[in-house]
């Protein structure tokens, strides 16, 4: 009952759903523009991201890491290169939803700034998620729409990889270096054989995505894996995403059925820097997921998507679902006023957006 509740209150979902059936009055879905190897493939990633956050190994690496900070600023970039690495491998949505309690926690123990840490938490997972093809949702449907390779996908998430931690490290520099008393470590255990099972399935997941092994067995093993552990872990995946991929594959195979909306599209889509903005701009007021579905329908342009989608997930709330689960973590965990941290974080989103799409709009002219 509550995965039920949790699907029908999603409003992307719901934004989805509406306008896929509106779309049905004009065409009808062909079965050939379903991605099957994208919706196997996040639904894999979905249910893997669920066993390792079964298994804490994000909170053991949190508690390790900051029992050495002694100083605000070493707190901080500790918890956001966290968020970094964990949004590489634990998705974005995950990261702030574990990283941003524990955080508030120890701010309040010991009345630090609450609002730019969480900001940066939120950032850092951002930036991590979109260095893998698992990290964002979206990468995903990228690399199979463009049947990208590793070494090409790889070959444009680590020069903004490299460019955003550059522009972290200036933030880093303007925070205070305030003592604080060193963290106690929680005494978490982490139980090791599941943990490597699940690495070993991670790993053949990963091959699953670039196609070296047919996707269907990576999302079948991760699935006999959760159940083995504990039935539950199931409970926890994230069905509202895949039905939203769903949809929106429905969508866009009723719209590619209309001349005069193709006709549109292909004039916001029909150079490099028109999709890389087009995919910025989109996100802003539908998230990145769905824009990059659309988009990607429409443009051959692969790199100019991939970062334009990734960026896109900064600046407005719904231009990604972690900044949605940034607020919510924050509203439920915070001692400090709701409305101004709204207004700061999103002063900050947008100037992240802005300074990172000159960055991404560099990259596409290297």
Not at 145 to 150: G, H, N, Q, T
Not at 307 to 316: A, D, E, T, V, Y
């Amino acid at each position: 009952m509550t995965v039920l509740k949790n699907i029908a209150k999603d409003r992307i979902l719901q934004i989805t759903v509406l306008i896929t059936i509106i779309s049905l009055f004009f065409a009808r879905p062909r079965l050939a523009d379903i991605n099957f190897h994208t919706l196997f493939s996040v639904a894999a990633m979905l249910t893997l991201i669920q066993i390792y956050a079964y298994l804490h190994v994000l909170d053991v690496l949190a508690y390790k890491l900051t029992s050495i900070a002694d100083n605000t600023r070493k707190l901080n970039i500790l918890f956001t290169v966290l968020a970094v690495i964990s949004g590489m491998f634990l998705g974005n949505d995950i990261t702030a939803l574990t990283l941003i309690p524990l955080y508030l926690s120890i701010a309040k123990k010991y009345k630090l700034p609450q609002i730019l840490p969480v900001t940066l938490i939120g950032m850092g997972a951002n930036i991590g998620a979109a260095f893998t093809p698992w990290g964002n949702p979206h990468n995903i449907f990228l690399v199979s729409r463009y049947d990208v390779s590793a070494a090409q996908f790889f070959g444009w998430a680590i020069p903004y990889l490299i460019a955003s931690l550059i522009i972290l490290g200036i933030v880093f520099l303007f925070i205070p270096k305030e003592k604080i008393p060193l963290q106690k470590t929680e005494s978490i255990k982490i139980s090791w054989r599941p943990t490597l099972i699940t690495t070993a399935v991670f790993i053949f997941f990963f091959f699953g995505v670039f196609r070296i092994v047919d996707i269907i067995w990576p999302m079948l093993l991760a699935i006999a894996l959760a159940l083995l552990i504990n039935p539950r872990i199931m409970l926890k995946v994230d069905y509202a995403l895949l039905l939203t991929f769903t949809g929106f594959f429905i969508f866009v195979s009723d719209i590619q059925q209309i001349p005069a909306i193709v006709g549109i599209i292909h004039m916001w889509v029909n150079s490099e820097t028109s999709t890389y903005l087009t995919s910025i701009i989109s996100s802003q007021v539908m998230s990145n997921v769905p824009s990059t579905i659309l988009v990607g329908k429409f443009t051959n342009y692969a790199e100019a998507l991939f970062l334009g989608s990734n960026i896109g997930g900064f600046g407005s709330v719904v231009g990604s679902m972690a900044n949605m689960l940034v607020l919510k973590t924050f509203n439920q965990h915070a001692s400090v006023s709701k409305n101004k941290f709204f207004i700061e974080w999103t002063i900050m989103q947008f100037i992240g957006l802005i300074i990172l799409t000159i960055v991404g709009w560099l990259l596409l002219m290297i």
